[in-house]
């Protein structure tokens, strides 16, 4: 048990920040016991961890990033999607049957994805059963909760990453049966066939993690269309698998119909918003808060290697900017406020582990402190001023510590 102290800043809800100057939080094993400014009157003998004149918020949340493209992190993003992974990804994840190689990417990829204050994060992986084992051992290693999945794709990929549909089920089935962290990840639409989806399908209607990609790019959606003529729309081709539950991610999302944004919320599955990929691969503009308007759970995703960092506060802001290129486009007045994306990055996309995301009584203990920049101290700009700048203009430097779960990540 202990108290930790220093200027708290939390979103309970999208519409405002909680702050509490010089407050405290009481940790317990590893969840928020209680929250205020009185408690070391209320718990005298418990040990006070003092980060006061820092800046306490919750751990980023990061609900989509793919582990095996960060040896090619900001490479050939001239491309759009279906040549980018023809032309770069594809070939990169070959690699990954090769564990010494994998180990290499995967430390680089933790070391810099805890360095940019995310603490909980949902992993592609490859198609390799022994990167994704690894890659579970190593997260569970640095303290970083995370789920990671084994690629499944059985057709129109290079010949190095065709599975059959038998194999590709079996070692998910036995991944998601033997831990926690495994998630199954059909990598989207044409790289699966419908049987292959079918026994993926069936494992997720037992309540097993899911995260997949819908509705990046209109060449995309155009080619699911003529291989799946049958369905109502791409959401439906996931449907009709069993595919889409509570406890789904669809990565990005950018042109899905209200038809299927109402399945989407029925379902109750989340949506991952990936704004710096839908930009670079000049995808399409996602207007995120039509999403939230209609109630349906979204967090952000960095999407590397599409999108460009594995920091979820540029992710903020490239969220932001993106509902502005909306609003400038078609002058709905509809932006996304600070506010709203700093929840998207906590508790928006933290719900899809639990009770993550907030300092609420009863969360689990997910903590970044922030040392505020000179610039901000000499100023004596107020707790909300400080956290913009952080945001928008700070650096990982500024990050001095980060807990998972009440306990310390390790970068190294
Ligand atoms: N759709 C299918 N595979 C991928 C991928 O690796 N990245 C992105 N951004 N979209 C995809
Ligand atoms: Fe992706």
Redesign the pocket.
């Known amino acids: 048990m202990k108290l930790f102290k220093g200027n708290i800043i939390y979103t309970k809800n999208k519409e405002s920040f909680e702050i509490m100057e010089n407050g405290f939080i009481l940790e317990e094993n590893g969840h928020v016991q209680d929250i205020g400014l009185d408690l070391v009157e209320k718990y005298p003998e418990t040990e006070v961890v003092d980060y006061s004149g820092h800046l306490l918020i919750p751990g980023f949340v990061d609900l989509h990033f ?1 582990a095996v ?1 960060y040896g090619n992190l900001g490479i050939g993003l001239d491309e759009e ?1 279906l040549d980018w ?1 023809n032309t770069y ?1 594809f070939k990169e994840e070959e690699k990954f049957s090769d564990l010494p190689y994998a180990e290499s990417i995967f430390k680089e990829a933790i070391k810099d994805i805890i360095q940019s204050g995310t603490t909980r994060i949902v992993f ?1 992986s490859s198609i390799h059963e022994g990167a994704t084992r690894l890659l579970i051992d190593l997260c569970e290693k640095h303290n970083l909760s995370a789920y990671v999945g084994k690629v499944n794709m059985d057709r129109n990929a290079s010949e190095g990453l065709i599975e059959s549909p038998k194999a590709s089920y079996e070692i998910t089935k036995r991944l998601v049966e033997e831990t926690e962290q495994a998630i199954i990840t059909p ?2 639409v044409p ?1 699966c066939t419908k049987d292959l989806m079918t026994s993926l399908g069936e494992l997720a209607q037992k309540g097993y993690p899911v995260q997949t ?1 819908i509705s ?1 790019t209109e060449n995309e959606i155009e080619w699911v269309k003529s291989l799946h003529p049958e369905a109502k729309n791409y959401l439906d081709v996931y449907d009709q698998c069993g595919l889409v539950t509570d406890r789904t991610i669809l990565a990005h999302c950018v042109f899905c119909t209200d038809d299927e944004k109402e399945v989407i919320k029925y379902r109750g599955a989340y949506v991952a918003h990936c704004p710096a ?1 839908n930009f670079n ?1 000049t995808s399409g503009i996602m207007n995120v808060k039509d999403y939230i308007n209609k109630g349906i759970k979204v967090g952000l995703g960095t ?1 590397v290697g ?1 999108g460009n960092t594995p920091s979820i506060r540029n992710i903020i802001v490239e969220s932001i900017k993106m509902s502005k290129v909306n609003q400038m486009m078609h002058r709905d007045k509809d932006v996304l406020s600070f506010s709203e994306a700093f929840y998207l990055a906590t508790k928006g996309g933290g719900s899809y582990f639990g009770n993550v995301g907030s300092f609420e009584v009863g969360y689990e203990f997910d903590l970044l402190v922030i040392k505020p920049d000179d610039l901000s101290l000499s100023r004596g700009i107020n707790c909300l001023e400080q956290l913009q700048r952080f945001v928008y203009a700070g650096h990982n430097d500024m990050i001095i510590e980060s807990y998972c779960q009440g306990k310390k990540l390790k970068a190294y």
């Open positions: 793919h493209q999607l992974l990804t592609f990598r989207f790289s990609h990046e990929a691969l999407d599409a």
